[in-house]
């Protein structure tokens, strides 16, 4: 078990560029979730899975927020013309089904210059 | 979006002294969890109580849950200076969506 990874840990891009972020679950867990989070704020939910589908995707998101889980095993997030609002910590933490427990990576820290 | 509300938003105690706090949130649940998160990194899962469940125990640590006021605490008995950290209360809801609060800074001085 070699935890959740997240790739890549930093990220500074200029406004307006796509940035694409990477999780690597747990190998067995089936079930992945991406959480935004700001200075002081608690995790914010974005999306989450359960294998290959998607279940829900925030409200709040806009339509430059993709994510995909191809295969059921590591997930993508895609964030198209960056806007400085986008500035922020992004984590993604997986689990087992029925299990509950969430075990997170150590985020990728996304700057919008 | 948030679903839980955290109290108090920041709390410091002395090393040896109790930390208490309190997570209120707004829609049923399946289980209330509770995570720590050190400085820039993940969040680390404490425990969780199902919403059968009215209390429960783990080492240091004492959770409260109250489905009809819609509450939890935690309760971290014994506090040290390595607790220092922010700590946060996350719902489990149907289809085990994953929400968490706002979260309660912890210092603890030694």
């Known amino acids: 078990d070699t935890g959740v990874s997240q790739n890549p840990r930093h990220k500074i891009t200029k406004r307006g560029q796509n940035v694409t972020f990477r999780c690597d679950p747990i190998?067995?867990?089936?079930?992945l979730y991406w959480y935004r989070q700001t200075l002081g704020q608690g995790p914010e939910f974005l999306t989450y899975f359960q294998n290959e589908a998607q279940l829900e995707k925030s409200r709040l998101l806009s339509d430059r927020f993709s994510a995909e889980r191809p295969k059921g095993s590591f997930s993508t997030l895609e964030i198209q013309r960056t806007e400085q609002g986008d500035s922020a910590m992004y984590l993604c933490?997986?689990?087992?089904?029925?299990?509950?427990?969430?075990?997170f990576g150590s985020g990728t820290q996304l700057s919008v210059l | 979006s948030q679903q839980g509300e955290e109290d108090p938003q920041a709390l410091s105690i002395q090393e040896g002294e109790n930390a208490t706090m309190n997570c209120s949130y707004k829609?049923?649940?399946?289980?209330l969890q509770w995570y720590r998160q050190n400085s820039g990194r993940g969040l680390v899962h404490l425990i969780l109580i199902r919403s059968n469940e009215r209390e429960k125990h783990s080492g240091r640590l004492r959770v409260t849950l109250d489905t009809s006021k819609k509450s939890s605490s935690l309760l971290i008995t014994a506090s040290r200076a390595a607790d220092t950290a922010s700590y946060f209360c996350?719902?489990?809801?149907?289809?085990?969506?994953?929400?968490f609060g706002t979260g309660t800074k912890l210092q603890v001085i030694p």
């Open positions: 190998s067995e867990h089936n079930r």
């Open positions: 829609t049923s649940i399946n289980n």
């Open positions: 933490a997986s689990s087992f089904s029925g299990q509950g427990k969430l075990f």
């Open positions: 996350a719902t489990v809801g149907g289809y085990q969506k994953v929400t």
